[in-house]
């Protein structure tokens, strides 16, 4: 509001700058904010609503969209017995040019009826023609339970009484006087209206905060000399002392001279609304932290490091200096955790990581990756200060960790990267980093700088890699499908979904070549993603010709120590249209004894989805059926190693026999993989294994050569799964995610 700059002050307006202004004019100025209804009408063509409120439309009964592009909405709204005269004056003022002043029902939803204050001024355009442009306000509950009021300030008052803010009037003088106030100020201020009108008591400058009042005379001026209208957010002091944020939105009111007359405008209360976004802006604030660090170490996590390294790649570029990047792994940290319970392993990792944290200097950067492995950044430095931090970290591990009265001896294996030497890009780096680690801790050496030629194929191996994401991101992996049968009845079941690469060098690449490569890098997240996409869509394009046919995938350990991939597949399932029980998914049997812990919550939300999980390769991870016994499995995949030798070697037949006999009596389904003799087949048969896949059947097959075969082998059916119930609080969580 402010105290306007004189008016004599201010510039002359441009040229054909004229406002027509009257008591009606007047009196609207000061509840423009909050009427119900815009509208714009040109004599002879349809009256149309430019802007409805939300609460409008809700008491009409109509779309704020759709009654903006219907000519004839406007019309609608006006009650039967009053359209005809509406219209007239209407247009008649429109021709004339002329402000209007008018009162008139509107039929709301349900036929409520509902009295209409209607005031509108005409605007000439260039062309000469003039265009009414008006405003209407609710005003049936004054109509019912008060008599029409006479006079601007008696109407003024009356009409703004159920405002929901404080409408108000400024004359243009030196001082601002303030020519009406609502009575609604006083909620806002604590002082009464009749204190602030006429500045009799005090002016309204003197209640708006002290830093603020500058900011807001400011802006009040610069719209005066625009003849524009203004909205700005500021404090004010409260009776009581407290500072309250308002915002004001408000427009001067032009003479006839074109020169600004009075401001008038409305002042709302924000202070909750400011509250809210602080609150709002400090939770943005924690999930942004918690999306780029670790919640259990509060360590950064993985996707911060790589941001961090990835812009330190580029100053180090530049500055032509070096960097150093550990990777790190905490040596018998599985049997703590195997021992102890994952409580005290969890412990541990707190412990750890902040003691890693603190031995570091202020521009290192650290952040814990996955599971017992963590990644550190040291800028500026070469060899020689990158052992000195491996020292410290080491040494940080050396007194023991004392937890729930034990005295926990932990060790690291550092692995050390060099940039650019060993890497010139986050992934190059982290690998190098990645394999001297694995050497340190397999030769036991505590720390290990990154040789290429600690491998003779690591060169190679890393070439691959580089390759592999290429090919990722320019989608030359493509999938062969291997048929899945039922043993007793020779039914097709499914088919599984093998990777394969195509290669414009090396044609097509095995995935025996690649898989093992990438599988301990984080490439193996992507390269799942890629043939999940691909087998979700060809389920669809089968389904859509008429085909309903299980698609199993394999998983990847990262897959499942992820808490996030659940998520993942909900989506891909609801992008492709694919029932749940339509994809299977493969979990290698060493991938889950590794860490059955972590892994069980990512199950148990997969299975709660309705998905069917298998255990791949069993037999060649050490864990016993019944260790499976209390995980969210449906189904294993007996090792091709065991079924292939089964009728040559009678231990082998034993052990697939007794595979068979337990997982069955725990409720479990049995696929025999690495089928490729008849009588192999039969033995199957004998035993009762439920499914079989292998060269017998088919080889994997691309996706057109398979829908030949199927045509050769037309019995196709869904396979008779035994189904495991999940727990209760697994499809609660499922709900909740």
């Known amino acids: 509001m402010g105290s306007p700059m004189d008016s004599g002050s201010q510039p002359e307006p441009p040229p054909g700058r004229v406002a027509a202004v009257n008591d009606a004019v007047e009196a609207w100025s000061a509840l423009e904010q909050f009427f119900v209804l815009s509208y714009r009408a040109t004599q002879g063509v349809p ?200 915002t004001e939105r408000g427009r001067p009111v032009l003479g006839l001279d074109g020169k600004p007359q009075w401001t008038a405008g409305v002042i709302l209360d924000l202070t909750r609304q400011k509250a809210a976004e602080a609150s709002r802006e400090l939770l943005e604030r924690q999930v942004r932290h918690h999306s780029l660090h670790d919640s259990l170490t509060g360590l950064t996590n993985e996707a911060y490091f790589r941001d961090s390294l990835a812009h330190a790649i580029s100053e180090a570029r530049e500055a032509e200096s070096e960097l150093v990047v550990f990777v790190m792994n905490l040596d018998r940290f599985k049997e703590v955790n195997d021992t102890l319970g994952r409580e005290i392993g969890d412990r541990l990792l707190q412990e750890v990581g902040s003691r890693f944290h603190h031995c570091l200097r202020g521009d290192d950067s650290i952040a814990r990756l996955a599971g017992d492995e963590f990644a550190v950044l040291v800028t500026g430095a070469g060899r020689a200060e990158a052992l000195e931090v491996v020292h410290r970290l080491r040494e940080a591990l050396e007194p023991a960790v004392a937890i729930e009265g034990l005295d926990l001896e932990i060790e690291v294996s550092v692995g050390i990267a060099c940039c650019p030497r060993d890497g010139a890009d986050v992934d190059s780096l982290l690998r190098s980093a990645d394999t001297a680690m694995r050497v340190a801790k397999d030769a036991k050496l505590g720390y290990a700088f990154f040789d290429v030629s600690v491998d003779t194929r690591a060169a190679e191996r890393l070439a691959l890699v580089g390759e592999l994401r290429r090919a990722i991101d320019e989608h030359e992996l493509v999938l062969h499908y291997q048929p899945k049968i039922a043993v007793q009845s020779g039914r097709i079941v499914g088919v599984e979904a093998l990777v394969r690469w195509q290669d414009s060098g090396r044609g097509l690449v095995m995935p025996d070549e690649f898989i093992p490569v990438v599988s301990g890098t984080s490439l193996i997240r992507a390269l799942t993603q890629r043939v999940l996409e691909e087998a979700a869509r060809q389920w669809r394009a089968w389904s859509d010709a008429g085909l ?90 007996i090792d091709r190693t065991f079924v292939s030798a089964m009728v040559a070697r009678e231990e082998d037949e034993a052990i697939v026999r007794a595979v068979i006999e337990l997982a069955h009596n725990l409720g479990l389904g049995v696929v025999a993989e690495g089928v490729e003799k008849r009588a192999v087949m039969e033995r199957l048969a004998q035993f009762g294994c439920d499914f079989a896949q292998g060269y017998y059947v088919s080889r994997p097959v691309p996706p057109d050569e398979l829908v030949v075969w199927l045509e050769q082998n037309p019995a196709v059916g869904a396979p008779e799964l035994r189904k495991r119930k999940f727990r209760e609080d697994s499809r609660e969580t499922l709900a909740s995610a």
């Open 47 to 246: 009256i149309l609503v430019t802007e409805l409120s939300i609460h409008s439309a809700a008491v009409l009964g109509v779309s704020p969209e759709t009654i903006a592009s219907d000519p004839g909405g406007f019309a609608r709204l006006v009650h039967p017995d009053d359209r005809d005269r509406v219209l007239a004056e209407h247009w008649d003022a429109a021709a004339r040019g002329e402000a209007l002043l008018s009162e008139y029902r509107m039929v709301g939803r349900n036929g409520s009826v509902l009295w209409i204050y209607d005031e509108a001024a005409p605007i000439v355009g260039a062309s000469g023609k003039s265009t009414l442009h008006g405003h209407c306000l609710d005003v049936t509950p004054r109509r019912r339970t008060e008599p029409r009021p006479s006079g601007i300030e008696e109407y003024l008052h009356s009409a703004v009484a159920g405002i929901p803010g404080a409408i108000y009037r400024c004359a243009c003088d030196a001082t601002g006087t303030i020519e009406f106030m609502s009575d609604q100020i006083e909620d806002l201020v604590g002082y009464p209206a009749s204190d602030i009108i006429g500045n009799k008591v005090r002016s309204y400058d003197s209640i708006v905060h002290p830093e603020d009042l500058p900011y807001m005379i400011s802006e009040v001026n610069d719209a005066l000399e625009r003849g524009s209208p203004y909205s700005l957010e500021y404090r004010v002091i409260h009776l009581s002392g407290e500072a309250r944020w308002v």
């Open 548 to 637: 309903s046919l299980p698609i199993s995938v394999n998983l990847s350990q990262r897959d499942l120590l992820d808490p996030g991939f659940p998520g993942e597949i909900a989506a891909l399932l609801g992008k492709w249209r694919m029932p749940a029980k339509m994809l299977k998914l493969e979990v290698a049997e060493r991938a889950i004894s590794d860490d059955p812990a972590r892994t069980e919550d990512v199950l148990e939300r997969l299975g709660a989805m309705g998905l069917c999980l298998s255990v791949d390769d069993y037999g060649t991870g050490g864990s016993s059926i019944a260790s499976l016994k209390s995980l969210p499995i449906d189904e294993i995949k």
